[in-house]
């Protein structure tokens, strides 16, 4: 079978389309002819080893997937051949098959195609986490989305608009702005020739935000956090600027608000019933036109250096994915 394979740690050219020994399922396990592999921004870290999970080559890239169940190990119960899953892997995904603890799949429903079911694991499981557990954030509120137009950056908006939140989308161009809005951005802010921290003053009357997302670090996070109102939460969802920033404590006292780190690998590993219960509601939305998880592009497998080129450049709005060879709905 075919798998994309990172040989040693190193940038994307680096990586190879090669024949590979197909799974066997041990216990408890099942094997999915993957259809989908999604692609994330930390895809482009863990191949040259600058992400916090760091498997030793040879690996397969991409985190997530969806197809349907090809063999099941023994004491698999609740799976039969040719049942349509998705699930999420952290790595080793690009490839055509994959073998996968059977208790980490979810159903996907009839009416979700594989191609929307691939893309909803890591990024929108990662912002419903946010935004419930950690957030707790209520209908109302007013969450302001950093990176808006990204893969989290979509389902944070989505997300929010479906949560009762007031979405205030910020991202580096009109283009990116427009693109959020139609995923249910109430208002936009463009960082790259406004001043964000006046412009959230503007938008709130000076009352402050509720909620601010930030997958993006930098130079952006200390006005994003001073725009909070009192009680006000900055949510740590990653650091796609590669800029790790590092605020000023006196503003947290000041307004009595909260910077909550949101590291959903963790969540899951920890709490796997509240996370199926948030993949259960995803599932949900998605099924019934809620949540539209919205794909860029579907890159051939040997196609994957434009995949992993147009994620680094930022020109992805919402999901990437890569079809395997034999990939069927």
């Not at 216990?27 to 002819?33: A, F, I, K, L, P």
Request: with cysteine.
């Amino acid at each position: 079978m075919k798998a994309l394979i990172c040989p040693s740690l190193g940038p994307a050219e680096n990586l190879k389309v090669m024949d590979v020994e197909p799974p066997v399922p041990a216990e408890g396990e099942v094997v999915v002819e993957v259809a989908y592999a999604a692609l994330n921004f930390f895809d482009t870290l863990i191949i040259e080893g600058k992400y916090q999970l760091k498997p030793a080559p040879p690996f397969s890239p991409a985190g997530e997937f969806a197809g349907r169940v090809l063999a099941l190990g023994p004491g698999v119960k609740g799976f039969t051949v040719g049942d349509r899953v998705m699930g999420s892997s952290g790595f080793g995904a690009a490839r055509e098959q994959i073998a996968y603890p059977a208790n980490r799949l979810a159903h996907v429903p009839d009416r979700l195609p594989l191609d929307k079911a691939a893309g909803l694991s890591i990024t929108y499981g990662t912002t419903l986490h946010a935004l419930n557990q950690r957030a707790e954030m209520k209908p109302g509120e007013t969450l302001v989305v950093l990176g808006a137009s990204g893969g989290v950056g979509v389902a944070a908006v989505e997300i929010g608009r479906v949560m009762g939140a007031r979405v205030i989308a910020c991202a580096s161009s009109d283009e990116k702005l427009d693109f959020a809005r139609r995923y249910g951005a109430s208002e936009t802010i463009n960082y790259a020739n406004e001043d964000l921290r006046a412009r959230l003053k503007e938008l709130t009357g000076a009352k402050g935000v509720d909620v601010v997302y930030d997958p993006v670090g930098g130079a952006l996070a200390e006005p994003a956090l001073r725009s909070l109102g009192w009680k006000g939460r900055f949510l740590v969802i990653g650091f796609a600027s590669g800029e790790i920033p590092r605020p000023p404590l006196n503003l947290i006292l000041l307004k009595g608000c909260d910077i909550r780190g949101v590291y959903w690998g963790e969540f899951v590993a920890r709490e796997p019933e509240a996370n199926r219960d948030n993949m259960s509601q995803l599932l949900k939305w998605a099924e019934g036109g809620e949540l539209a998880v919205h794909i860029h592009a579907k890159y051939a497998l040997d196609a994957y250096q434009k995949a992993f080129e147009a994620i680094a450049q930022r020109q992805t709005l919402g999901k990437t994915l890569l079809r395997m060879p034999k990939a069927a709905e």
